[in-house]
């Protein structure tokens, strides 16, 4: 059973920088790709950043330039390396994983609340 566990959120003021770690367990599907999504107070939840196997990546515009995603492979970790973070950055983050046979997994953690003071 997957297993997602996110952590690394916190308060901190508008321009600064946050580290959000994900540990992902149970897959017995190969982890084609990882990414992280956020939730923000009264709105649908959406993607953020992803990164293949190989390291491809794909950014949401607004983060491009300011966000950068890693990943540990051999340990199935995912990074999200956040900077001159804004308030509208607020939202609870969400790893997820993507196997290119099953799509996005149906499990998601907990998630890290991050929040961001103007």
């Known amino acids: 059973q997957v297993q997602l566990v996110e952590s690394g959120g916190g308060l901190v003021q508008a321009g600064g920088s946050l580290r959000l770690s994900c540990a992902a367990s149970?897959?017995?599907?190969?982890?084609?790709?990882m990414g992280w999504f956020r939730q923000a107070p009264g709105k649908e939840r959406e993607m953020v950043a992803n990164?293949?196997?190989?390291?491809?990546?794909y950014y949401l515009e607004s983060v491009k330039a300011r966000f950068t995603i890693s990943r540990d492979n051999a340990k199935n970790m995912v990074y999200l390396q956040m900077s001159s973070l804004t308030p509208e950055d607020t939202g609870v983050y969400y790893c997820?994983?993507?196997?290119?046979?099953?799509?996005?997994?149906?499990?998601w953690g907990q998630g890290t609340q991050v929040t961001v003071s103007s």
């Open positions: 149970g897959a017995d599907f190969s982890i084609d790709v």
């Open positions: 997820s994983i993507f196997n290119k046979i099953l799509g996005w997994s149906p499990t």
């Open positions: 990164i293949g196997d190989r390291g491809t990546t």
